[in-house]
């Protein structure tokens, strides 16, 4: 990336690598439809989402396939929105 400001990419896949290796341990929450809270670490959520992307390799799904979702802002939504650019 010569030239360029940034030292890495600012790519979905980049900017979840990015969050589990500076902050692991730091705590995302979320509100459910139930009103009930959700808490996990930025490390359980990259490794959902890393889960995800396999299984949608597993599928047949390929870079720019077009993948289709519906759901909740929560934390469900987020792991599908990193790991489908992942696959």
């Known amino acids: 990336m010569?030239?360029?400001?940034?030292?890495y990419q600012l790519t979905l896949p980049a900017m979840m690598r990015r969050a589990e290796q500076l902050y692991p341990?730091?705590?995302i929450v979320t509100r459910l439809p139930d009103?009930?809270?959700h808490r996990y670490t930025y490390a359980d959520f990259v490794s959902r989402a890393k889960k995800l992307a396999v299984a949608l390799k597993k599928l047949g799904i390929q870079?720019?396939?077009?993948?289709?979702?519906?759901?909740?802002?929560?934390?469900?939504?987020?792991?599908?929105?990193?790991?489908?650019?992942?696959?």
């Not at 010569?2 to 030292?7: A, K």
């Not at 979702?69 to 599908?80: G, K």
């Open 25 to 27: 341990n730091k705590e």
């Open 35 to 37: 009103r009930s809270l």
């Open 2 to 7: 010569n030239g360029l400001m940034m030292d």
């Open 63 to 87: 870079s720019g396939d077009r993948v289709a979702t519906l759901s909740w802002n929560h934390h469900q939504h987020l792991e599908v929105y990193f790991g489908i650019p992942s696959a």
